[in-house]
């Protein structure tokens, strides 16, 4: 079984960024997962966004731990850092790195299996550290890697492809991002990039812990009637709460929205997330009213998508203000700083005697 | 937009832009495929289906597919489709009786041909295995028409020529040369023939009445009959100083011959500046390595004598202000100018003549004395009475003249068997898929980022040693082999199935140049502007599918720049695009033949 890599030349037409960059430049490796996975379109939409919010490819970070969505790191921004966890554990390395260079951004890519079994406790961590980092999760409820068990998201009375009947509760990342204080929480679905990326952006501009939980379908083994993360069901069952736009810093204000129909919010870099209504009045700022909606649309057997909560401002106690981080890299500090010296370390020392 | 119909036989066909192009529709695709695998007799009958004469054409058509060609869009250059035809042609085998068979029985029903140039040849070459008897009356001592005698043999030698005439006189043509037709009623009247084709050409070269015309006139020569002195060895020299007048494909074989005759310092005098020249691109780069000099905006105003003598012409000096898109907007004459010459060639063009058909036969003239002829079926307003090639609708090139016979030929055997001509077979398109497993495709899809062969030539110090030496040496198979993976493989068509489409996105992700979007539709318009890249060129189709199943939005396929690469239909998850290859059935006399034959009632 052998294949193509996807030919280097392009559209004559592609716009390029303030970089001078086309999106093509933000590809990575070509994608080793089943054709038609969701965790594929998850993995151009975050290129698309990284092009628009014209990254340096050698200031973002791409973590991720094990599973099918792990892999997802490899196939975008190949000029970025990388570090492919041990199961689970991505959120440790993420606050490592992060510790040590808070100038670089971090896009930790996680899985159902990955984030809600084996790593939940690491997850749950790294939002009580209101870590700086965009985390994602490529749900599809199933364990793709060995076959399509239930994972930890699938829902009571899904069915697997076999016919097995699913009958434990899922955990919601959601519901547990809002329970334990994270200041971005978002939902969104492989198949809607116009909702996706803009997501993904005010995600990566965002001081704090964002997480999005994206509903990625398994072609493979979660795609069939009776599933409820398949392709079919969630088109069906999604219900958006607000559309959000991301709008850059720079980028002057081209549309102008009738009062009452769209609400800005300044991110801390001076750029915006406008928040436009869909069916319902919803408040992304009210983190009670949000969980209470994302509980009331899952008793219904659907979907809440779209920016669910949102804090501006990071909460209080965002990691690198809580623990006084340096603001220059370790790697960019003079050694005279970074090591105390003999007299240094034993007055450090002499404070536990 | 409605939802794309691609059961229209021109749908597919179209986005094989240099079948497209081409007017008698070869299959390029599958020949470059054929030498890519170095079976080069199958590439050369894929061609000869079509084109007739493989090895002429694939050193001297006009090839309107390689500007059509997609490759040009994508890169800058497109395939070298031309040179490749003739690496087929140089490099095949024996033909070892795989040229059509004639049948021992005739159909009794005789045709005649006048001129045997290459639209007679081709309706020699459809119409003798369907049993019919061909006769054709060339005025020359030589069969090939303009091919022989306006294409110098350092472009194309007599040998090809000779192999290629050869082929159809060999299925049995009788060829009555140096017989002039001198009028066409006593041909009607007295000949016995079921049907007649008029192939005789353009045979008259534009004269350019000025000042000193008639008294310069044994050093002023008409291009196309000049060459024509020169084929047939009744010319051997040209004086040192020559001048063309006119800048077309004619022109460049004027001055090319000229410096193999003696001259050392032969000017090509444009009246327009470059952008309005009428030779092709290569014709010109081939001219003006030789170092021929190219003079812009001179319009001829006199020809110069003195003693009796031509010594030179004098010319207007032309200025013209053009548009942003390169139009002329006013010209005016800036001053006068005296070039030196001892000959002058005028290569302004050519005409058909008929002064052999009697104006009362039946056959209408039009207000500028060129027959009146029905641009499908090549049947003037006599019936039985065919017209093709440059005779039909003044000069054009080797290759329309081809189609013009195909086409010619389907009317005449309707004509013969009493079936109304207009009604003919349809073209017909048929797809197959190229799917041989999980990423295994039988046609190689990788794009190939190889810029594109050049030909190599014989020296400039070798090459005018001799009047016949053939400049362009051809590509050898492993440059063939090279050039070949150039092709696209455009007829390998993206075909889709909405219904089985889940919308996942994975194609229009994976496509490297970005020709797939899934969106709402809506006017073809404003549908262009919002697409994954704009498609701004709107000589190429857009693909719209039916609704998709679940959300009822369309998918948009661009064509403009599809590299065919197949990753799309790799990375359907639900087989809903497809790589299937189209097969164009552009129908010949024979094909034609087959579809009466079956609608014939069947006797046991």
């Known amino acids: 079984m052998t294949y193509i890599t996807k030919p280097k030349l392009t559209h004559p037409s592609l716009p390029q960024n303030a970089l001078g960059m086309t999106r093509r430049a933000y590809e990575g490796a070509l994608s080793t997962l089943c054709a038609g996975c969701g965790h594929d379109s998850v993995t151009a939409a975050i290129v698309e966004a990284c092009w628009r919010l014209a990254l340096e490819p050698q200031n973002l970070v791409k973590l991720s731990g094990i599973g099918c969505s792990s892999k997802t790191t490899a196939y975008f921004v190949s000029g970025a850092h990388g570090f492919n966890a041990v199961h689970g554990r991505m959120p440790s390395i993420a606050t490592g790195a992060n510790a040590a260079n808070r100038r670089l951004a971090y896009i930790g890519i996680s899985g159902d299996g990955d984030t809600l079994s084996i790593g939940l406790g690491q997850f749950c961590h790294a939002i009580r550290r209101n870590l700086d980092m965009l985390y994602m999760i490529e749900n599809n409820g199933v364990y793709g890697l060995t076959k399509g068990q239930f994972s930890a998201s699938a829902d009571i009375g899904s069915r697997a492809k076999k016919g097995e009947v699913n009958r434990q509760p899922p955990i919601d990342p959601v519901l ?22 803009p997501l993904i952006e005010a995600g990566l501009q965002h001081r704090g812990f964002a997480l999005i939980d994206i509903l990625s379908p398994c072609v493979t083994f979660n795609d069939h009637e009776g599933s409820t993360k398949s392709y079919a069901y969630t088109r069906e069952h999604d219900e958006p709460a607000v559309q959000a736009d991301f709008v850059p810093r720079e980028a002057p204000i081209l549309v102008e929205y009738a009062p009452g129909e769209a609400r800005e919010i300044a991110l801390h870099d001076g750029s915006r997330v406008v928040l436009r209504k869909a069916a319902e009045a919803y408040d992304p700022t009210n983190r009670e009213a949000a969980g209470a909606a994302v509980k009331a649309r899952m008793a219904a057997g659907e979907y809440l998508t779209g920016l669910i909560y949102l804090d501006p401002e990071g909460g209080s106690g965002e990691f690198h203000a809580l623990n006084g981080t340096p603001q220059e890299p370790l790697n960019a500090l003079p050694f005279e700083s970074l090591c105390p010296g003999s007299t240094g370390l034993h007055k450090v020392l002499g404070r536990y005697r | ?151 110098p043999s350092f472009r194309l030698p007599e040998r090809v020529l000779d192999e290629e005439i050869g082929m159809i006189l060999g299925m049995g043509v009788d060829l009555r040369l140096g017989t002039p037709v001198e009028s066409l009623r006593a041909m009607l009247e007295q000949g016995g023939f079921d049907a007649v084709f008029v192939g005789s050409g353009a045979p008259k070269g534009k004269e350019l009445t000025l000042p000193g015309r008639e008294a310069a006139s044994a050093n002023v020569h008409i291009g196309i009959s000049w060459l024509e002195s020169v084929a047939f060895g009744h010319t051997e020299r040209i004086g040192e100083r020559v001048l063309i007048i006119g800048v077309g494909n004619t022109a460049m074989d004027c001055c090319r011959t000229s410096l193999r005759l003696g001259a050392s310092e032969v000017k090509v005098m444009a009246r327009k500046p470059r952008g309005f020249f009428k030779a ?68 302004i063009g050519q005409e058909n003549a008929f002064p052999w058909i009697e104006r009362d036969l039946g056959i209408e003239f039009d207000r500028w004395d060129v027959p009146v002829v029905d641009a499908q079926t090549f049947q003037s307003t006599r019936a039985g009475v065919f017209f093709g090639g440059d005779a039909a609708f003044g000069p054009k090139n080797i290759i329309w003249a081809v189609e013009h016979g195909h086409q010619a030929a389907i009317s005449i055997h309707r004509h013969c068997q009493g079936e109304p001509i207009a009604e003919r077979t349809a073209p017909q398109v048929t797809l197959h898929s190229r799917k041989m497993g999980m990423h295994e495709w039988s046609y190689a899809n990788d794009y190939a980022p190889i810029e594109r062969r050049l030909v190599p030539h014989v020296s400039l110090k070798e090459r005018f040693k001799k009047l016949d030496i053939e400049v362009e040496l051809g590509f050898s198979a492993e440059q063939a082999a090279e050039e070949a993976q150039r092709c696209l493989n455009c007829d390998v068509q993206t075909v889709f199935a909405a219904k089985l489409c889940i919308e996942c996105d994975a194609c229009m992700d994976i496509c490297p140049v970005d020709c797939l979007t899934i969106t709402g539709n809506g006017p073809e318009a404003e549908l262009r502007t919002r697409l994954k890249a704009s498609a701004t060129n709107v000589a190429q189709p857009l693909y719209v599918s039916g609704a998709l199943p679940q959300t009822g939005r369309v998918m948009v396929k661009d064509e403009d720049l599809c590299v065919h690469c197949g990753l799309c239909a790799e990375r359907c998850p639900t087989a809903a695009w497809d790589m299937q290859k189209s097969h164009v059935h552009w129908p010949h006399a024979a094909d034609e033949a087959a579809a009466l034959e079956a609608r014939k009632p069947k006797i046991a």
């Not at chain 2, 079948?19 to 695709?29: E, I, M, S, Y």
């Not at chain 2, 021929?292 to 001179?298: A, M």
């Open chain 2, 1 to 151: 937009m409605d939802a794309t119909d691609t059961s229209h036989p021109d749908y597919y066909h179209r986005v094989v832009d240099c079948q497209w192009a081409c007017p008698a529709h070869t299959d390029v695709p599958e020949y470059i495929r054929l030498i890519a695998q170095g079976r080069y007799t199958d590439a050369y009958l894929v061609n000869r289906q079509s084109n007739v004469f493989p090895g002429i054409l694939g050193r001297v058509c006009d090839r309107p597919c390689e500007p059509a060609c997609r490759r040009g869009r994508v890169e800058e250059k497109p395939v070298a489709i031309c040179r490749l035809k003739r690496v087929a042609a140089d490099l095949r085998e024996d033909l070892d009786g795989r040229l059509p068979k004639i049948p021992q029985l005739k159909n009794g029903k005789r045709i005649a041909c006048i001129g045997a140039g290459c639209a007679s040849l081709t309706v020699a070459n459809d119409l003798l295995p369907l049993g019919y008897e061909v006769t054709i009356f060339e005025r020359y001592g030589l069969p090939g028409g303009l091919m022989r005698s306006n294409i």
């Open chain 2, 280 to 347: 092709s691109p290569w014709e010109l780069e081939d001219a003006e390595e030789e170092r021929v000099e190219i003079i812009v905006n001179r319009s001829p105003k006199a020809f110069v004598v003195q003693n009796g003598r031509l010594t030179g012409m004098r010319f207007e000096c032309m200025e013209y202000e053009l548009d942003a898109r390169g139009r002329i907007l006013s010209e005016r004459v800036s001053g006068e100018e005296f070039l030196p010459a001892d000959d002058v060639i005028l290569a």
């Open chain 1, 176 to 197: 547990l991002a809002l329970d334990l204080g994270a200041t971005f929480v978002a939902r969104g679905f492989s198949g809607d990039k116009q909702q996706l990326v």
